[in-house]
């Protein structure tokens, strides 16, 4: 996954992009290790903190957003 900082340069659109496509993602690797067929489990913790990367950028976007309002 990418930096904060690049993370932070996405649109809010990209990010909820990103959101949907990364929880299918999680969802499929916890069936996965859940069937014993996920090479590396780390990859789970991983991808969590991804999504709360995705979480922290999108509501420091929509902070600043509704601030300017």
Do not use: C
């Amino acid at each position: 996954m990418k930096k904060f900082s690049e993370i932070r340069d996405l649109t809010v659109e990209e990010l909820r992009k990103r959101m949907l496509s990364s929880r299918e993602e999680l969802f499929e690797m916890t069936m996965k290790h859940s069937m014993g067929q996920l090479a590396a489990p780390s990859q789970i913790r991983d991808k969590r903190r991804s999504i709360s990367r995705i979480k922290t950028a999108l509501s420091m976007k929509l902070k600043t957003t509704r601030g300017q309002k």
